[in-house]
């Protein structure tokens, strides 16, 4: 029963979202921030579970709060190649050159892409250490917010103290347990 209440609290910024798209000034950017936030905003939680689990134990949520990091990541990504370059390749290999953000996001995704088509029991089990990998993902989404933001607002510096914190909690973890 719980699991069905976040799912469906999951899918509210898409409800949001669907809503508020069509009166945006550019929707298109509209589109791109807040599926670009919603992505990184579960990216996040999904996170926070591991270094609170002694505190309350949520873990058996962690996974559904990943695939819909990744949910809205397919999204933004979805957004730049079929509504920003309408499926034209040569316009997408450009604007990563010209964009270094573009490539570093895409790298993220790809990250959260394998994380999720490995995420069921058996794959997580033979790929359990290359999960690892989503904390690059999470400084590659931090430097490719901040870039494509252009200026450092005060939910830039958030994002990035954020970051830092849950990149500290799980070193300080991985040290007691190779420690101690």
């Not at 949001?16 to 579960?42: E, H, M, R, W």
């Not at 962690?62 to 990091?69: E, K, N, P, V």
């Amino acid at each position: 029963m719980k699991k069905v209440f976040l799912f469906c609290l999951c899918l509210v910024p898409l409800l949001f979202l669907t809503c508020n798209a069509q009166v945006a000034n550019d929707p298109i950017k509209y589109i791109y921030t807040f599926t670009g936030f919603s992505a990184f905003g579960f990216l996040l939680a999904s996170l926070c579970i591991t270094p609170f689990r002694k505190v309350y134990n949520l873990l058996i949520y962690r996974r559904m709060l990943g695939l819909f990091a990744l949910f809205y990541a397919c999204l933004h990504f979805i957004n730049f190649f079929i509504l920003d370059a309408q499926f034209d390749l040569a316009f997408v290999l450009k604007e990563t050159v010209d964009k270094p953000f573009i490539y570093l996001g895409m790298i993220a995704f790809l990250i959260l892409v394998f994380m999720g088509s490995t995420s069921t029991r058996k794959l997580f089990a033979k790929y359990n250490k290359w999960h690892k990998l989503v904390y690059i993902a999470l400084i590659l989404v931090v430097i490719h917010e901040n870039m494509a933001q252009k200026v450092m607002g005060a939910l830039e510096y958030f994002f990035i103290v954020f970051a830092v914190v849950l990149l500290s909690l799980r070193i300080k973890i991985i040290r007691e347990l190779l420690f101690y």
